[in-house]
């Protein structure tokens, strides 16, 4: 499927996610006890098939100021993630949001963001000045105050 196509409303895409026809039936497994503590071991398989269903996952941080908030977005094929990762910049209830590809043992309450990209309108600036260099030469004045 291709970013473009559709796959039904946004709409029938929550409703389906939260009737549970996607999710799993959870079972009871009795753990094991040792010391006194309830335990519990996870097989090589059982850690694979983690690995194999988040391997094609963005993690997408809204605001770098709130750390715990993320969205993860797993995608069809790598090719989808990787042109949704190489887009400019998305954004999400008009804030920016900040994605990264997921990777085993990432660490969700780091968001170690180190580019942030900014729009600067120019709204009294007369549209032949609009021009690759000359925009630079106007930003450049504001430059200073960008730089952290």
């Known amino acids: 499927?291709?970013?473009?196509?559709?796959?039904?409303?946004?709409?029938?895409?929550?409703?389906?996610?939260?009737?549970?026809?996607?999710?799993?039936?959870?079972?009871?497994?009795?753990?094991?006890?040792?010391?006194?503590?309830?335990?519990?071991?996870?097989?090589?398989?059982?850690?694979?098939?983690?690995?194999?269903?988040?391997?094609?996952?963005?993690?997408?941080f809204v605001s770098r100021h709130q750390p715990n908030g993320f969205y993860v977005l797993v995608f069809e094929s790598e090719e989808m993630k990787i042109e949704v990762l190489s887009q400019a910049a998305w954004r999400f209830f008009n804030k920016i949001l900040y994605l990264k590809a997921w990777f085993a043992g990432m660490d969700l309450t780091q968001t170690d963001i180190v580019r942030v990209p900014i729009w600067v309108r120019f709204s009294q600036l007369k549209f032949h000045y609009y021009a690759d260099k000359t925009l630079i030469k106007f930003a450049s004045v504001y430059w200073e105050s960008f730089v952290c």
């Open 1 to 60: 499927m291709n970013l473009g196509e559709s796959k039904g409303s946004w709409a029938d895409v929550v409703r389906a996610s939260t009737h549970g026809s996607r999710g799993i039936a959870l079972n009871y497994i009795t753990p094991n006890i040792v010391n006194i503590q309830n335990v519990f071991q996870i097989s090589i398989d059982e850690v694979k098939s983690g690995l194999d269903k988040w391997k094609n996952g963005v993690v997408g």
